[in-house]
Each structure stands twice: as C-alpha cells, then as structure tokens.
C-alpha cells in the first residue's frame, strides 16, 4: 500500500491573467442592456512539474489568449465549432450541410476572436453547484445562450513516468509567489474600477463606516430634490467555479443496449471525461482584493437573525441604523441592494429571494489552499472546467458594470511524495 511520506510546498505557479470584461453601460433590468466580453487575456506561466492543453494533445507550460478563445467558443457552440488535436489546434465551423459532405469550414482567428466578443455576453445568471446556471427565474442557462463564460483546461503532470511517485496538489493561490525563474507572481484576484450610480429607484443598502455597518434607505428622490448615488465595484459581483474532471471507462453498447463486442469477443471500452463526485465543484467569492469590497452583501435570501419583519423594517432608516450581525449584513433580502432596487424599479416583474439553507457554499478566502485537483505522475489527465458568471443575487449587480473587470487567477501547487 504506499504512504504518503512527504508533503512539500512547491514554489511552481501557474497564472491565468487579465480577464477582462468591458462594456460601456451595464444595468441588467434594462431592456437590451448586457455587459460584454471583450479582451478576455488568458495566459499560464511557469509550471515545474505541471503542464496544459486545450486538446490533451499540445502540452506545455503556456496558453495564449487565443488558444483560450478557441476553448471558450467550443463550449459555447455545444457542436458547432470542433477543435481538432492537430498541431495547429484547428477550429472547424460545422454546419448540417458541411457534415453531410463531410467538409468543414476552417475558422481564421479573427473569425474566431469576432465570434467571441459577439456571441458570448454576460447576463447576471446564479448557482446553486457551480455547474448548472439559472435566471433569477429559475429558468436555465445553458453555456449556449452566450449568458456566461465557461472554458476548459487539461492539467498533467510534466512527468508521464509513474514509476517516478509523486503528486502536485494544485489550488487557487492567494498569496505572492515565486516562479521557477525567481520572477513573483501576483495571486489571485478580481479588481474593478469604481462605479458611481446615481439612483433611478429608493433602494436600502449596507454601508460601510468606520464605527461598523449600517443599513440606510437611499432615495431616488431625496430631501434635497436630488437622486442619492451609491458607490459599487462590479468585481464583487463575480462568480468563479472550478469542476474537476476525471477520466472514466464505460462499456460501449448498441441500439439494443447490448455490448458491442471486438474482434476476440471482448467488450468493447470507451473514455470521456465526468465530473468526479457531486461535490468536485468549488465556488469562489472573491471581493476586490485591490480596491476592498463595498460590504453591500452577498446574497439574498430570506436570513432575519431571528428579527421579525417589522423589526427589521424599522432598521432602515435615512440616517441609518449599525448591523452588528454579519450574517444580516450579507445574506438579508431587506438590506440588500440590488434586490431592494430592482423590485422598487420594477414593481410589476418583482423577483423572490432566495433560501439562506439552499445558498450556496462559496469560498471567500484563498488562505487555506483547497485543492481543486491532483495530478499523479504519468497518470491521465485531468480536465478541468471554468465558469465565470455574475451573480445576480449580489447585492452588487446593478448598474454594474461600467468600466473593465480583471480577473486574475494564479494556481500553485504541493508536491506529495508517494
């Protein structure tokens, strides 16, 4: 049986920058109003002992923008677009007529580039698993609707020797690291410019003080005859998943739903890649690492901290009334923004919060190294699944995204001996 005799924290890295998502107005209850995506940088750098490939084919220790590009557009086309294991990673159009003459249409990579900046567009969407994505109507959102961005990555270890014994844990990083140049890598981590948005509706929202948190009703039309603003950065709307994928072996039937046997009576096996349990997918929930959060909220859900509801209406006031309940700050539906002015703005199409007990479980701090996966020496790869959508039950996905959002994801890994 082997025994794990040694766990060493390797300074390898592996960095995926500058997400960057751009639009020149956001406001998500606005009729044909989305934010795009535009730019979206992807690179890997560094690596000892870990590779990655968009085909499980071509490995090595970076991907380019476009090779990224080329991932995100098969997942968004569910069959239309093909990428092929060749050397060149080719991206075949495919259309009825194509496939039936068994001829596809070769894609440039500026086709490739316009198709993403036109078709994938982000709408505020939530999720319960970090795998399946609804409206804040419950109706589904497939990756084919252009709503999210979902991309995948094959992870291997650089040795395809198991005789060699050892393991990389690979996790999200938090902290600065050194790469194998001696160059510092910059961890994770999700940055916005501020945005000021003057009200168009009364809304209630947590606020920050230095004395604590405090619930304020904030006016479309205040004493002043003016419309009060509120300071957000998009950033805090972000949601990142990561599903873990593993290799599996299934038995090839017919229509009959019997094996299909080979040459010497056997039958016959296929792979593909499945999600290795229920709980493979991890959610973060990352505030702005650079700029600080604007603690407007989380989600929201139906949480009182045992206050009935005239109590907790009597807390929003103009002046404001100090949240000492951090649960309550985040989670109540009463304080949270976006919640209380949609509803206000469009009291005809209101939407219902969410349950605090069917919340997901998001990960907020990078401190711990959570293990997204484990790459054995020699063994298959891995194939690992993002999504990054913006949550709509964030109290801070209103009239949000006004100037670029970076995304900054940095991986490093343990080396475990066997």
């Not at 296929?270 to 700029?291: F, M, P, Q």
Request: aromatic share 10%; hydrophobic share 35%.
């Amino acid at each position: 049986m082997k025994l794990i005799r040694k766990l060493i924290v390797g300074i390898s890295t592996i960095c995926l920058l500058v997400v960057t998502f751009v639009s020149s107005t956001y406001a998500w209850f606005q009729i044909n109003s989305r934010a795009s995506v535009e730019n979206f940088h992807f690179e890997v750098h560094g690596g000892q002992g870990f590779q990655v490939s968009i085909n499980d084919t071509n490995y090595g220790n970076s991907l380019s923008t476009l090779q990224l590009q080329k991932v995100m557009l098969v997942a968004y086309g569910d069959g239309e677009y093909r990428l092929d294991n060749d050397k060149d990673e080719t991206v075949y159009h495919v259309t009825y007529d194509q496939a039936m003459n068994e001829k596809l249409e070769k894609m440039t990579d500026d086709q490739i580039r316009t198709v993403v900046s036109e078709k994938i567009k982000l709408l505020p969407t939530t999720s319960r698993d970090g795998r399946n994505l609804t409206d804040l109507y419950n109706s589904s959102s497939h990756v084919s609707t252009g709503r999210y961005v979902e991309f995948s990555v094959y992870f291997r270890t650089a040795s395809r020797r198991i005789e060699d014994n050892f393991a990389y844990d690979i996790y999200l990083n938090g902290d600065d690291a050194e790469a194998d140049d001696g160059s510092i890598v910059d961890p994770t981590m999700i940055t916005s410019v501020i945005t000021d948005v003057p009200l168009s509706a009364n809304m209630n929202a947590v606020l920050t003080t230095d004395n604590g948190k405090y619930v304020t009703a904030l006016k479309r039309n205040n004493a002043q005859s003016q419309r009060d603003s509120i300071k957000v950065y998009s950033s805090n709307a972000v949601r990142l998943s990561i599903t873990e994928n593993s290799l599996r072996e299934y038995a090839i039937l017919d229509d009959e739903n019997n094996p299909v046997l080979d040459e010497n009576g056997n039958p016959t096996k296929g792979h593909r890649y499945e999600v290795t349990s229920e709980n493979a997918t991890k959610i973060y929930e990352l505030n702005d690492t650079v700029n600080k959060n604007t603690n407007l909220g989380s989600y929201a859900t139906d949480y009182t901290g045992g206050y009935t509801e005239g109590e907790l209406d009597a807390m929003i006031t103009e002046e404001g009334t100090l949240i000492e309940d951090e649960k309550l700050a985040l989670y109540c539906s009463k304080f949270n923004a976006m919640y209380t002015y949609y509803n206000n703005l469009k009291p005809d199409a209101k939407i219902e919060h969410i349950s605090y007990d069917n919340m997901p479980t998001t990960i907020r701090d990078l401190s711990e190294k959570q293990t997204i996966t484990r790459l054995i020496s020699g063994e298959d790869a891995k194939l690992l699944t993002f999504r990054l959508w913006l949550e709509g039950w964030d109290a801070d996905c209103f009239d949000g995204i006004k100037y670029a959002v970076t995304v900054k994801l940095a991986f490093g890994s343990k080396r475990v001996e066997l």
